[in-house]
Nanobody, 120 residues
Framework: QVQLVESGGGLVQPGGSLRLSCAAS??????????MGWYRQGPGKQRESVAT???????NYADSVKGRFTISRDNARNTVALQMNSLKPEDTAVYYC????????????WGQGTQVNISS
C-alpha cells in the first residue's frame, strides 16, 4: 500500500519560514516515476496547486508563492520538500503532498495533509 506522509507543519509568525516534507513508501513506490506536487486548502477555499516538480526537476509555482516557496525532490530518498519563506497569513492552510504518474498511467496519490498556520 502506497503512502505519502507529510510533516513539518505548525504555527509560525508572518515573515517566518517552514519546511514541509513528504515521504513516500510502500509497494516499491518510486517517486522518480511521478510528478510530485504540493497543494493546499485554506479555510473556506478550494484545494489549489502550490508547486509541482517533474522527475527531471522542472518546477512550477502558483503566482502567489513565486519567489517565496521552493519545491525540491530527492528521488533516492523518495522524498519531496517544500521550503516556505516569508510566510503570510494567507498561506494558512492544510498542505497536501500529491503524486501523479509522469507516464499518465496509473492512479494519483495524496497524503493526509499537514496544517500550516501563519499568525501573530
Amino acid at each position: 500500500q502506497v503512502q505519502l506522509v507529510e510533516s513539518g507543519g505548525g504555527l509560525v509568525q508572518p515573515g517566518g519560514s517552514l519546511r514541509l516534507s513528504c515521504a513516500a513508501s510502500g509497494n516499491a513506490f518510486n517517486i522518480g516515476l511521478y510528478n510530485m506536487g504540493w497543494y493546499r486548502q485554506g479555510p473556506g477555499k478550494q484545494r489549489e496547486s502550490v508547486a509541482t516538480i517533474t522527475p527531471s526537476g522542472t518546477t512550477n509555482y502558483a503566482d502567489s508563492v513565486k519567489g517565496r516557496f521552493t519545491i525540491s525532490r530527492d528521488n533516492a530518498r523518495n522524498t519531496v520538500a517544500l521550503q516556505m519563506n516569508s510566510l503570510k497569513p494567507e498561506d494558512t492552510a492544510v498542505y497536501y503532498c500529491n503524486a501523479v504518474p509522469a507516464a499518465r498511467l496509473g492512479r494519483n496519490y495524496w497524503g493526509q495533509g499537514t496544517q500550516v498556520n501563519i499568525s501573530s
